[in-house]
Nanobody
Framework: VQLQASGGGLVQAGDSLRLSCAAS????????MGWFRQAPGKEREFVAL????????YYADSVKGRFTISRDNAKNTVYLQMNSLKPEDTAVYYCAADSRNRRGVAKYEAEYDYWGQGTQVTVSS
């Protein structure tokens, strides 16, 4: 499965962005999906995940209440709606697929086996 992330950009604090991650195969519909991010000089960290049919989501505390993960299996796409952006949200955002599980709390990189190329999000103060 190939994943293509898009939608990043340069915004001001308080603005919103929606990231998209398009999968190349319909097998995506059977996978739990996640978003991670990596800020300069920091390790990649978990942001959010969604179960294979979208009935279960889980968020990092740092984005809870501001970010919303969703998916459209008819379009093989997962989204990350980011509201009330802060400068500390600045990072490269990656989508990832967990092909071994349809649901669960997969917060670690090793639990995901397919990764997108990343899209840059920069939030200015």
């Amino acid at each position: 499965v190939q994943l293509q992330a898009s939608g990043g950009g340069l915004v001001q604090a308080g603005d919103s962005l929606r990231l998209s991650c398009a999968a190349s195969e319909r097998t995506f519909n059977n996978y739990q999906m996640g978003w991670f991010r990596q800020a300069p000089g920091k390790e990649r960290e978990f942001v959010a995940l969604i179960s294979w049919i979208g009935d279960s989501t889980y968020y990092a505390d740092s984005v809870k209440g501001r970010f919303t993960i969703s998916r459209d299996n008819a379009k093989n796409t997962v989204y990350l709606q980011m509201n009330s952006l802060k400068p500390e949200d600045t990072a490269v955002y990656y989508c990832a697929a967990d092909s071994r599980n349809r649901r669960g709390v997969a917060k670690y990189e090793a639990e995901y086996d397919y990764w997108g190329q990343g899209t840059q999000v920069t939030v200015s103060s």
